[in-house]
Structure formats: structure tokens, C-alpha cells
């Protein structure tokens, strides 16, 4: 039997451009029972990682880019720091970024950028990474004193609020304005502007912390997802991580979930998209889940966003009808 726990990122928003959209939110009777009847949980933190940790049993402010790198197979001895890929989009009077959900990045368009950007940083100690098109590393020869917004908060957003902050900034910002010319010049860039394609114009520094320390012993016996974050504590706690499946009936103990199919639509505020994708998951998830609960495979869910919200629910819950509400009102605009 399974003690599952299930961590499901922009499910209940926020989303503000959902003040501006006249069609209704989609319905699903699994989630609204559930967060109706279910028993809430208080005391959680909100954001992706805070969640993540929380439920690991792990300090908050972690070392983002080395759990990350773990996940990539990317060796952080020195100093390093993720380096994404992005595009800053000219406004009329700002920038706005768009990460790798808007580029599309082929390898070998990834290979050509690193590779130019390594032998102009050659002198510099520095040197570019990856295994995954999405996720850049750089390594830099020492620490660096700086403060840093992880991608997923800046996405969409005005890139002047969101630049590195603290005494080595504006050292950063100068390497991030020279990597900006040679990227622009780039033959890479120049065929993607004549195809009409989005261009590689800048990187995103991002994911300093604090040192790892695995809790002994882990609370969970194994990891169910593909998000980059979740598979590199896995592999520094030595948790079993297992492929994305809605079949639970070969899983025993406590297991955590999770379902990061919402996130980039909520980034972008693309409610269209966020829409598809909640329908999606009550059809592909939650039928299942329910169904586990409803046999017995699952003794309980506890359902947590990346709001501050968690539910628990038990195969009990299902009989209190008295306990009627909308899962589409604890959505945040």
C-alpha cells in the first residue's frame, strides 16, 4: 500500500490574467471533492523549490544549479551557476524575457553558442556547459557574491527588475553584455532571424544556495517525475526515481509525485494553455489516483501546490457529501 504525496506546481495559480478571461475555468470533480472534503494542511511554504524541500525535509535555500547539474550529469567542482538559454524580447521601453519553451533549441545550435562563448571566456576561466539544450552551466574560477532570481520568476517579466543583485553584479552584468554582442553576431542567431525564429540573445544566471545535506533518513522511499529540480535531490538523498506513470499498483511505501505539466503556461500567462493542460491532468492523473484511493492501492494523497496549499485525503473523505465546493475558487488571479 502507498502513502503518496503528490506536488502539482501552478495548479491553484496564481494567474492574473484569468481576470481577463470570460470563459469559464474547466471542471473536475475529482479535484473539487478533494479540496473540499479533504483535510487542509497549514504551515507550508510557498514556491516551487521551498514546497520541494519542505516535503524532502530539507534547509529552503538550496544550491538550485548544483542539484540541477546532479540531474545533468554535470560536474560542479569550482564554482557554478545556471546559465540558461533565454531571449530578451525588446518592449518600448524594456526587455521582457522568454526562456527555452519559446526557443527550441537544437543541440547542435547549443554546441556552436557554448562552444564561441568558451573560447572567448578562455582567459577568463570560464566555461559553458550542458547535456540538456534547456539548461546551460557555467563554471566560473571562484565564488561569486551575488544575488539571483530563478528563471521561472522572471519569465515574462521586465529583465531590469530581475538582474543579479550584491558586489559581483556588476562584474556579471559586463560578462552577460559581451556574451549578449558575440551571441547577436552569431551565425547560429543569424539563420534563426531569417527563419523568423526567436533568437538565443542572452543567458540567465541563476540558482546559488546553500550546501546540500541530505536527511537521513530520506521521508520518502521513491520519487515519481521528470522535473530537473526533484530528480537531483533524488539522486543526492540516493531516493529511487521512478519514470512518469498513472499506474500505481506496483508501488509500495511513501512516494512523492510530481506533475510539473502546468508550470509553463502559468509562466506565461497563457490561460488557454494552462486550461488544456489542468483538463489534461484531472483525465490523466487524477482519474487514476482516485481509483488507487478508491480500491485501496493508495491509503491516502496529500495534494500540495506551490501556493502555500496542501490537502490530505483518505478513502473516507469520499462520504462526506455534505462538504460541497469548487476547486476553481481557490484558483489565485
Given at each position: 500500500m502507498t502513502e503518496l504525496s503528490v506536488l502539482i506546481p501552478a495548479l491553484l495559480?496564481?494567474?492574473a490574467e484569468l481576470k481577463d478571461v470570460q470563459q469559464p475555468l474547466p471542471s473536475c470533480k475529482i479535484l473539487s471533492h478533494w479540496?473540499?472534503?479533504g483535510q487542509q494542511l497549514d504551515g507550508l511554504p510557498r514556491g516551487y523549490l521551498p514546497m520541494l524541500t519542505h516535503l524532502l525535509a530539507l534547509d529552503s535555500n538550496l544550491f538550485a544549479a548544483k542539484i540541477s547539474a546532479k540531474a545533468d550529469d554535470i560536474a560542479t567542482d569550482g564554482y557554478t551557476l545556471r546559465a540558461d538559454p533565454v531571449h530578451f524580447k525588446a518592449e518600448m521601453d524594456h526587455a521582457v524575457l522568454l526562456d527555452q519553451h519559446r526557443l527550441g533549441i537544437y543541440p547542435e545550435e547549443a554546441e556552436k553558442l557554448v562552444s564561441a562563448f568558451n573560447r572567448h571566456f578562455a582567459e577568463?576561466?570560464?566555461q559553458l556547459t550542458y547535456t540538456d539544450t534547456r539548461r546551460w552551466y557555467l563554471r566560473f574560477p571562484a565564488a561569486l557574491d551575488i544575488?539571483?532570481?530563478p528563471l521561472s520568476q522572471a519569465i515574462?517579466?521586465?529583465v531590469h527588475n530581475f538582474l543579479p543583485q550584491g558586489n559581483d553584479a556588476r562584474h556579471w552584468r559586463k560578462i552577460l553584455n559581451e556574451a549578449q554582442m558575440l551571441f547577436h553576431g552569431h551565425d547560429v542567431?543569424?539563420?534563426r532571424e531569417s527563419a523568423g525564429q526567436l533568437t538565443i540573445n542572452s543567458l540567465w544566471l541563476w540558482g546559488e544556495g546553500e550546501p546540500i545535506k541530505a536527511a537521513s533518513p530520506p521521508v520518502f522511499d521513491w520519487i515519481m517525475g521528470d522535473e530537473v529540480l526533484a530528480c537531483g535531490l533524488a539522486r543526492y538523498q540516493r531516493i529511487n526515481m521512478l519514470p512518469m506513470q498513472n499506474d500505481f499498483s506496483a508501488c509500495q511505501g511513501r512516494g512523492l509525485l510530481v506533475i510539473d505539466?502546468?508550470?509553463a503556461a502559468a509562466s506565461y500567462g497563457d490561460v488557454e494553455a494552462w486550461m488544456d493542460e489542468v483538463k489534461k491532468l484531472c483525465e490523466h492523473w487524477l482519474k487514476p489516483l482516485q481509483q488507487g484511493l478508491k480500491e485501496g492501492q493508495i491509503s491516502s494523497?496529500?495534494?500540495?501546490?506551490d501556493n502555500g496549499r496542501g490537502f490530505e485525503i483518505h478513502r473516507r473523505h469520499r462520504w462526506k457529501f455534505w462538504h460541497r465546493g469548487d476547486w476553481r475558487d481557490l484558483v489565485e488571479k
Amino acid at each position: 500500500m502507498t502513502e503518496l504525496s503528490v506536488l502539482i506546481p501552478a495548479l491553484l495559480g496564481p494567474l492574473a490574467e484569468l481576470k481577463d478571461v470570460q470563459q469559464p475555468l474547466p471542471s473536475c470533480k475529482i479535484l473539487s471533492h478533494w479540496l473540499s472534503r479533504g483535510q487542509q494542511l497549514d504551515g507550508l511554504p510557498r514556491g516551487y523549490l521551498p514546497m520541494l524541500t519542505h516535503l524532502l525535509a530539507l534547509d529552503s535555500n538550496l544550491f538550485a544549479a548544483k542539484i540541477s547539474a546532479k540531474a545533468d550529469d554535470i560536474a560542479t567542482d569550482g564554482y557554478t551557476l545556471r546559465a540558461d538559454p533565454v531571449h530578451f524580447k525588446a518592449e518600448m521601453d524594456h526587455a521582457v524575457l522568454l526562456d527555452q519553451h519559446r526557443l527550441g533549441i537544437y543541440p547542435e545550435e547549443a554546441e556552436k553558442l557554448v562552444s564561441a562563448f568558451n573560447r572567448h571566456f578562455a582567459e577568463d576561466g570560464l566555461q559553458l556547459t550542458y547535456t540538456d539544450t534547456r539548461r546551460w552551466y557555467l563554471r566560473f574560477p571562484a565564488a561569486l557574491d551575488i544575488q539571483t532570481t530563478p528563471l521561472s520568476q522572471a519569465i515574462g517579466r521586465n529583465v531590469h527588475n530581475f538582474l543579479p543583485q550584491g558586489n559581483d553584479a556588476r562584474h556579471w552584468r559586463k560578462i552577460l553584455n559581451e556574451a549578449q554582442m558575440l551571441f547577436h553576431g552569431h551565425d547560429v542567431n543569424q539563420r534563426r532571424e531569417s527563419a523568423g525564429q526567436l533568437t538565443i540573445n542572452s543567458l540567465w544566471l541563476w540558482g546559488e544556495g546553500e550546501p546540500i545535506k541530505a536527511a537521513s533518513p530520506p521521508v520518502f522511499d521513491w520519487i515519481m517525475g521528470d522535473e530537473v529540480l526533484a530528480c537531483g535531490l533524488a539522486r543526492y538523498q540516493r531516493i529511487n526515481m521512478l519514470p512518469m506513470q498513472n499506474d500505481f499498483s506496483a508501488c509500495q511505501g511513501r512516494g512523492l509525485l510530481v506533475i510539473d505539466s502546468l508550470s509553463a503556461a502559468a509562466s506565461y500567462g497563457d490561460v488557454e494553455a494552462w486550461m488544456d493542460e489542468v483538463k489534461k491532468l484531472c483525465e490523466h492523473w487524477l482519474k487514476p489516483l482516485q481509483q488507487g484511493l478508491k480500491e485501496g492501492q493508495i491509503s491516502s494523497i496529500k495534494l500540495y501546490t506551490d501556493n502555500g496549499r496542501g490537502f490530505e485525503i483518505h478513502r473516507r473523505h469520499r462520504w462526506k457529501f455534505w462538504h460541497r465546493g469548487d476547486w476553481r475558487d481557490l484558483v489565485e488571479k
